[in-house]
């Protein structure tokens, strides 16, 4: 089974604080994807990234930066942490597409909390 | 993006079907229909997905509006672990593998 993994399931942080949450698959996906997961709002990508040192900006990626350093690993970094940045976050990974359509393998999720 | 369109809720009693409609009236030729749903305190699971034929698997059935205009997910008997949000999502065929979430339809299976 693809086991995703991240490194907290709560986490609290001071506003200002560099905040690094770390996700981790452990099947070799080439994709690997950072979300927030807002009530009301549904799951927001963030960023994500194809292959090792690639990424691309989500539909919100002001705020956050990434880091992939290694295949199997996937950093989201809030510079500067603010409250609006509270929420839930989700890592996801799955195998690059081409002509077929991969589905995401979800981790837990990270519930921040910035006050 | 072509986005699609849920009920916000639904209700089911255990042991009967459940029929979870979406619209996606502005899909295009080269998108997938994925389903997933999430569990209470868990991350997305994947469900189902298709493109323009009817699809089975052990969690479910996808059955697929003959013009793509619409999809419906297909539970054949609920059960108290069904009950979740189920978000019906379409993604881009493309290298960058996009998925938009909306705010998905929750699911209460009632005993």
């Known amino acids: 089974d693809v086991k995703v993994t991240q490194s907290s399931r709560y986490l609290v942080k001071r506003t200002g604080e560099k905040v690094f949450l770390e996700c981790v698959q452990d099947?070799?996906?080439?994709?690997m994807f950072w979300y927030r997961q807002d009530p009301g709002l549904g799951l927001r990508l963030i960023y994500f990234?194809?292959?090792?040192?690639?990424?691309e900006k989500g539909d919100i990626p002001e705020g956050y930066s990434v880091s992939r350093e290694k295949k199997e690993r996937f950093s989201l970094i809030l510079e500067s942490a603010s409250t609006n940045q509270t929420s839930m976050y989700l890592c996801?990974?799955?195998?690059?597409?081409?002509?077929?359509?991969?589905?995401?393998?979800f981790g837990p999720g990270t519930r921040l909390t910035v006050t | 993006d072509a986005k699609t369109t849920q009920p916000n809720s639904m209700e089911s009693n255990e042991e009967e079907p459940v029929h979870l409609p979406c619209n996606h009236s502005?899909?295009?030729?080269?998108?997938?229909i994925h389903w997933y749903r999430q569990l209470p305190s868990q991350g997305p699971e994947y469900v189902i997905h298709?493109?323009?034929s009817n699809v089975n698997n052990r969690m479910a059935s996808l059955a697929i509006a003959e013009d793509r205009k619409s999809s419906t997910l297909i539970l054949h008997r609920a059960t108290l672990r069904d009950a979740a949000v189920y978000y019906c999502?379409?993604?881009?065929?493309?290298?960058?593998?996009?998925?938009?979430f909306g705010p998905g339809t929750r699911l209460s299976v009632l005993p």
């Open positions: 996801a990974s799955s195998l690059i597409g081409g002509s077929l359509s991969y589905e995401q393998y």
């Open positions: 099947m070799d996906h080439e994709n």
């Open positions: 990234s194809y292959d090792v040192k690639m990424k």
């Open positions: 502005t899909i295009s030729g080269t998108d997938y």
């Open positions: 298709g493109l323009t």
């Open positions: 999502i379409l993604r881009v065929n493309n290298y960058g593998q996009n998925f938009v």
